[in-house]
Nanobody, 125 residues
Framework: QVQLVESGGGLAQAGGSLRLSCAAS????????MGWYRQATGKQRELVAH???????IYADSVKARFTISRDNAETTVYLQMNSLKPEDTAVYYC???????????????????WGQGTQVTGSS
């Protein structure tokens, strides 16, 4: 039942902007942190940005001052505003959340990493 649904990927010219969204749904008890990773062809997956339950934010050095992560008031949806896109931003972007969820056993929770399906972002030249 718990899932992360991503949207907003696409093609942008160099210097353009895109906004990614990730909505968490299901029987969620708590979201400890939520954000975005990316994986370019031939490279390892890397953290882009995430926001913790208390609002602390971490950005990769490569996206600081260009990308902004935020969340809605319900704290179940995160956004990644990507400005000044570069060709090197091209990658599949994956939403990630470390969440505690209600299990099938009544009154119990389980904490795990969850991943979205990925959305392609292309910064063309």
């Amino acid at each position: 039942q718990v899932q992360l649904v991503e949207s907003g990927g696409g093609l942008a010219q160099a210097g353009g902007s895109l906004r990614l969204s990730c909505a968490a749904s299901g029987n969620i008890f708590r979201i400890d942190h939520m954000g975005w990773y990316r994986q370019a062809t031939g490279k390892q997956r890397e953290l882009v940005a995430h926001i913790t339950h208390d609002g602390s934010i971490i950005y990769a050095d490569s996206v600081k001052a260009r990308f902004t992560i935020s969340r809605d008031n319900a704290e179940t949806t995160v956004y990644l505003q990507m400005n000044s896109l570069k060709p090197e931003d091209t990658a599949v972007y994956y939403c990630n959340a470390f969440m505690s969820v209600h299990t099938q056993v009544m009154g119990r929770i389980s904490s795990n990493d969850y991943w979205g399906q990925g959305t392609q972002v292309t910064g063309s030249s």
